[in-house]
């Protein structure tokens, strides 16, 4: 759902009134909450026989090729020098340093542990997004459902972070924990600087400069970590190859084109909800494709994760719909 020359939406300025269509917004959004939640289970089949920031750097590479390719069919330049600073800083941000570092952390913390971090996401949003301060005092039922979000998903997987021994803690056991949340804070950093400096063209053309430029990044990461004597390439699985290509397909084109058009028409803070949808999803493909028992206490959890996600996305008192 980029926005195109065609598109419904219409704007002068990062502030400026949009105009979209519900459905529209509906299918980004699923693709958002859905899609993502499965790459937590797909990146962790990757990482069976790949170095993560070089599975990042390949993934995000090949969907930056796939979308600069599919933006030249289109007739879209690809590559547009007067934004090419613009998307490399944003791509750097929300997916070099904030999707590789939860990506690096799976290594070294529990799945749930790291998708529960990754949930400061939105709160960080609320909190950088400066320009609607103001907005957010207003809507107090809007920050109640940040909260509850928040709250949700550390139930949802708070007894099995009990029952792993997450306790018996270490210096790596740390450092992943710094990864994420400084992860989650560049995600937020970088979806603000997304909206309110907005590089020119559409978003086709653009995600793919972000996409180039973070799998760029990110390859250098590898490398200079040594990573490269990790790989050898006849021992790359089957798995992983399949799980790269979802990601490449879905995770990095489908989902990543949905959310930098999902910033540009709908507040940063609500968009962000998917970091709350995606823990949620995981649950239930475990639940319906791996056979996992769900729990009461997983149940009540999942009902107040979604009365949060409610709350946040509810339209303003006073407003059609946030803008």
């Known amino acids: 759902m980029p926005a195109t020359a065609d598109s419904p939406v219409r704007r002068s300025g990062p502030l400026a009134p949009r105009v979209t269509a519900p459905g529209a917004v509906a299918l980004a959004f699923a693709a958002i909450y859905v899609i993502w939640g499965s790459t937590y289970f797909a990146a962790l089949v990757a990482l069976e026989t790949l170095p993560p920031y070089l599975l990042m750097a390949a993934r995000l590479l090949l969907a930056g090729a796939l979308l600069a ?4 069919l289109r007739g879209q330049p690809a590559v547009v020098r007067a934004g090419w600073s613009r998307n490399a800083a944003c791509g750097v941000l929300i997916l070099g340093l904030g999707s590789s570092s939860t990506v690096w952390a799976e290594q070294v913390l529990p799945s749930s542990l ?10 960080w949003l609320a909190v950088l997004d400066w320009p609607r301060w103001a907005q957010y005092r207003r809507e107090k039922l809007r920050l109640l459902g940040l909260l509850l979000g928040a709250l949700g998903v550390a139930g949802l997987f708070g007894g099995q972070l009990t029952e792993s021994g997450v306790r018996v ?3 790596g056991y740390w450092l992943g924990v710094g990864a994420v949340v400084g992860g989650s804070l560049c995600t937020a ?3 603000l600087l997304t909206r309110y400096w907005v590089a020119p063209g559409s978003a086709l053309p653009n995600a793919a400069q972000q996409l180039l430029a973070a799998g760029l990044f990110c390859g250098l990461v590898g490398c200079g970590a040594g990573e490269w004597a990790r790989v050898a390439p006849a021992q790359v699985s089957g798995r992983s190859l399949w799980a790269l290509g979802y990601l490449v397909v879905f995770g990095s084109g489908v989902a990543y084109l949905a959310y930098l058009w999902l910033l540009q028409v709908r507040p940063p803070a609500v968009v962000g909800t998917y970091a709350y949808v995606n823990p949620v999803v995981a649950v239930l493909l475990g639940a319906g494709l791996a056979h996992e028992a769900i729990r009461l206490q997983q149940v009540l959890a999942l009902a107040v994760i979604l009365g949060g996600v409610w709350l946040i996305n509810r339209p303003a008192p006073g407003h059609k719909a946030p803008n």
């Open 114 to 123: 790291a998708a529960i971090l990754a949930t400061t996401v939105p709160l």
């Open 189 to 191: 950093a970088g979806a």
């Open 169 to 171: 803690l270490s210096p």
């Open 69 to 72: 390719g599919l933006s030249q």
